[in-house]
């Protein structure tokens, strides 16, 4: 790939992927955090983390997803616009994701955000520091899928 070319296809991702990151980290610190104050417990914190940066970050796609599609299916009536767009939404977010959520959620981050708490103090830091570096694995696995959506699902 040349150069302009990597840096439009780099910046692309950023515009995509920025806004959800930044819902999701927040989300899931302050998620995270409370669990921790409450219990200090780093399993139930690091749950607690886990789940609710799924709620940010996924939340901001389906939202995005289903306005993106809705408008695409305006002339139809409202129950057939709900479904289709429902169904195209859906699709597009399983293709871009589901690989990336298998491996990351299973095996990467739970590791990472259980582990790095433990060597790196205060536990909010050591959290940021598990799920960025585990966010890194996660958007390599993201970015094929959302290339491939591209590729595969044309409009």
């Known amino acids: ?40 417990n780093y399993v139930g914190a690091t749950a607690a983390g886990w789940f609710c940066e799924g709620v940010g970050f996924y939340g901001y796609f389906i939202i995005l997803e289903l306005l993106s599609n809705g408008r695409r299916y305006r ?26 959520e298998i491996f990351d959620n299973f095996i990467i981050r739970p590791y990472l955000m259980y582990l790095l708490p433990h060597y790196v103090h205060p536990y909010p830091v050591g959290f940021l520091a598990g799920k960025f570096s585990a966010d890194i694995f996660f958007y390599a696995f993201a970015i094929v899928g959302y290339e491939s959506r591209k590729r595969w699902l044309k409009r």
């Open 75 to 100: 002339e139809l009536s409202l129950w057939k616009r709900i479904s289709l767009a429902i169904g195209a939404a859906s699709t597009n977010l399983l293709v871009e994701f589901l690989p990336a």
């Open 1 to 40: 790939m040349a150069t302009a070319e990597f840096r439009a296809k780099r910046r692309e991702w950023l515009r995509r992927y920025i806004p959800a990151e930044v819902l999701g980290t927040a989300t899931a610190l302050t998620g995270a955090w409370i669990a921790f104050a409450n219990s200090g």
